[in-house]
């Protein structure tokens, strides 16, 4: 009997922390279209690290750092991503075999968020003062792909 009531309780307890909340946040969305209305940004840069200037302002965030298929640092807008790089790979490559294929990982540190997330053939790895929905991270993503795109050849 106990045992029953004890699978029973950890169905109930499952059923109810397994439950999908995502929402759109919209207050969120009005004050970055507020911030956004306010702010010129110029993104039509020749030099990645312009460009890479520009969005941490853009999308409010510390750093950005991108590393390739095997781990290895492509660009940090810090310059001293390869600490990162190497435990966004090891996190990534963990998460991806034990669990499932994530589509962001988001880490709460003491002072700042460490955000990580795959994009294409390539991780990015984010540091921000708050967390970044998985459509910000991809929006700037993006941004820093069509400046690839934009000057491939």
Same mark, same amino acid.
């Given at each position: 009997?106990r045992k029953k009531?004890g699978?029973?309780?950890?169905?109930?307890?499952?059923?109810?922390?397994?439950?999908?909340?995502?929402?759109?946040?919209y207050e969120?969305l009005e004050?970055?279209?507020?911030?956004?209305?306010?702010?010129?940004?110029?993104?039509?840069?020749?030099?990645?690290?312009?460009?890479m200037r520009?969005l941490k302002? @853009?999308?409010?965030?510390?750093s950005?750092?991108?590393i390739?298929?095997?781990?290895?640092?492509?660009?940090?807008?810090?310059?001293n991503? @390869?600490?990162e %790089?190497?435990?966004?790979?090891?996190l990534?490559?963990?998460?991806?075999?034990?669990?499932?294929?994530?589509e962001s990982v988001l880490i @709460?540190?003491?002072?700042s968020w460490f955000?990580?997330?795959?994009f294409?053939d390539?991780?990015?790895i984010?540091?921000a003062q708050?967390?970044?929905?998985?459509?910000e991270l @991809?929006?700037l %993503?993006?941004?820093?792909?069509?400046?690839k795109?934009g000057n491939?050849?």
């Open positions: 009997m009531i699978f029973l309780i950890r169905r109930i307890a499952g059923s109810i922390l397994d439950m999908d909340d995502t929402t759109v946040p969120q004050i970055l279209n507020d911030f956004l209305s306010k702010h010129q940004f110029d993104l039509n840069q020749a030099d990645l690290n312009i460009l520009e302002r @853009k999308h409010m965030v510390d950005i750092s991108i390739d298929t095997n781990g290895e640092l492509v660009i940090s807008s810090e310059g991503g @390869k600490k %790089a190497s435990l966004a790979s090891y990534m490559g963990y998460i991806d075999s034990e669990l499932a294929t994530p @709460k540190g003491n002072n955000m990580v997330f795959p294409n390539q991780t990015y984010i540091r708050a967390s970044l929905s998985n459509t @991809k929006a %993503a993006r941004e820093l792909e069509s400046f795109v491939s050849g």
